[in-house]
């Protein structure tokens, strides 16, 4: 258990919809990573948060969005979904110099 | 900006023989580097980290990696392969500026391995 807690673990929704995933960091991290993970596409980075504030950001869509509330959990939210962004979103949290992941988020447009 | 090549997106190996990952880095400053191991339907998992000290570091299962800054790659090797390794392996690299808390981690493609029995 990496102590990294995301909901939900499946999700499975239509095209234009909007969906919101959750992740709960370990107790103690104040740093927030979202990925996701396709076959095509492997692991990309989307975005960085601590404490509240976002701090770097990667290859995120405008239609994704995220924040980080003070108590330190994050959402990511997809908009306008496309079948395309069928894939795995984990979270992680870093500490003691890694990261640690959670089991990730299953999302099936269909 | 950062970036990591893994070279061979599939590597098979027999139960008992060297198990070698090969990961090539880019990175604009001292990199902080990592492996990483996923299960099938499991989060990713540390394997190990190298963080500025030792070049040789090792890590979980038996597995070690050294850092070559000459030739900026960070192997990853296991002496003796189990069944119990057939996973996927990524390798990541970190730029990291404490001063802004800006971070971002940035994995490779990933290596699938095999291991036969």
């Known amino acids: 258990d990496s102590g990294v807690t995301q909901t939900p673990k499946h999700l499975i929704t239509a095209t234009g919809q909007r969906v919101t995933l959750r992740c709960s960091p370990r107790?103690?991290?104040?740093?927030v990573y979202w990925y996701q993970q396709s076959l095509d596409q492997g692991l990309q980075f989307l975005i960085q948060?601590?404490?509240?504030?976002?701090?770097a950001k990667g290859n995120i869509l405008e239609r994704f969005s995220a924040q980080q509330f003070p108590d330190l959990h994050s959402e990511l939210n997809l908009s306008s979904l496309e079948l395309g962004d069928s894939a795995l979103y984990f979270c992680?949290?870093?500490?003691?110099?890694?990261?640690?992941f959670g089991e990730g988020s299953r999302l099936t447009v269909l | 900006a950062q970036s990591v090549t893994q070279l061979g997106s599939h590597v098979s190996v027999s139960e008992g023989a060297l198990v070698l990952l090969r990961c090539n880095y880019s990175?604009?400053?001292?990199?902080?580097l990592f492996w990483y191991v996923q299960y099938p339907n499991q989060g990713l998992q540390l394997l190990l980290k190298?963080?500025?000290?030792?070049?040789l570091v090792k890590g979980i299962n038996g597995f070690e990696a050294e850092f070559k800054k000459s030739e900026t790659s960070f192997h990853l090797t296991k002496p003796s392969a189990h069944m119990s390794d057939a996973a996927e392996y990524f390798c990541?690299?970190?730029?990291?500026?404490?001063?802004?808390?800006?971070?971002?981690?940035?994995f490779g493609p990933g290596t699938s391995l095999s291991v036969i029995p």
């Open positions: 992680a949290s870093r500490g003691d110099g890694e990261l640690f």
């Open positions: 107790s103690g991290d104040l740093s």
């Open positions: 948060y601590y404490n509240g504030e976002e701090r």
């Open positions: 990175s604009s400053v001292p990199p902080y």
């Open positions: 190298y963080t500025s000290a030792a070049t």
């Open positions: 990541a690299v970190s730029e990291s500026s404490w001063e802004t808390s800006y971070d971002k981690v940035i």
